[in-house]
């Protein structure tokens, strides 16, 4: 298996802009997670899906932000606008469902607002 | 609201010692923990999982133990090299929406 696939790897815009990161998870999982992680506050859960519906979203930082899992091998999660405090990595990992399960993270989009 | 800490926040040994990796958590209403690994510019890799029922797993130079009832874990390391110079991040498994928290991580260096 490929494992967590997200797309751009690297993502330079100007404020104001949007921007929209993609993840595939690994087939067969149900759960998919976005984190973000910077230095001052580490890694934080933005929102998680299980079957494709939204959970909980009560880590999305602003209506600025906003997510999406239209199937269940695809989720974008989208900046609309892009803030320079937006800047950080931004992570997808998915499971093979909610609940004590190993969590497998992909390589993540470094997201840099200038 | 579960908070996870991991002191110190860097740490450097010499090649070949053996090390612990501390972890602690406010809610000992865990699922389970798990112990990842980041190497720069990169994603997490999960190095073990521990179940709740659990006390410890491993997975060749690495223990990790589970403490519920104090909110600890440690990962030891056997045998250090530097090829394990990396993050540590260690994340709990908590409530109903099942979320992981995780510390901030420790970031390890061993020198040659």
């Known amino acids: 298996d490929a494992g967590v696939i997200q797309s751009p790897r690297h993502e330079v815009t100007e404020m104001g802009q949007e921007v929209t990161l993609r993840c595939k998870p690994i087939?067969?999982?149900?759960?998919l997670f976005w984190y973000r992680q910077t230095m001052m506050r580490g890694l934080e859960l933005l929102i998680y899906f299980n079957n494709n519906v939204p959970i909980d979203d009560s880590g999305m930082p602003e209506d600025r932000f906003s997510a999406k899992m239209p199937n269940a091998s695809f989720s974008t999660l989208k900046i609309q606008p892009s803030e320079p405090r937006d800047s950080a990595v931004y992570f997808c990992?998915?499971?093979?469902?909610?609940?004590?399960?190993?969590?497998?993270f992909g390589p993540g989009t470094r997201l840099t607002v200038t | 609201k579960q908070e996870v800490t991991q002191i110190p926040a860097a740490l450097s040994v010499p090649e070949g010692e053996n090390l612990v990796l501390n972890c602690s958590f406010t809610?000992?209403?865990?699922?389970?923990l798990q112990w990842f690994r980041q190497d720069p510019g990169k994603g997490l890799t999960s190095l073990l999982l521990i179940q709740s029922s659990q006390r410890e797993q491993t997975s060749g130079r690495l223990n990790a133990s589970l403490d519920k009832s104090s909110g600890r874990s440690t990962l030891y390391i056997a045998a250090s090299q530097p090829g394990d110079s990396a993050t540590y991040l260690c994340a709990v498994y908590t409530g109903a929406n099942s979320k992981l928290t995780f510390g901030k991580g420790i970031t390890l260096s061993v020198r040659p």
């Open positions: 087939s067969g999982h149900n759960s």
């Open positions: 990992a998915s499971s093979l469902t909610t609940g004590s399960y190993e969590q497998y």
């Open positions: 809610d000992s209403a865990i699922y389970n």
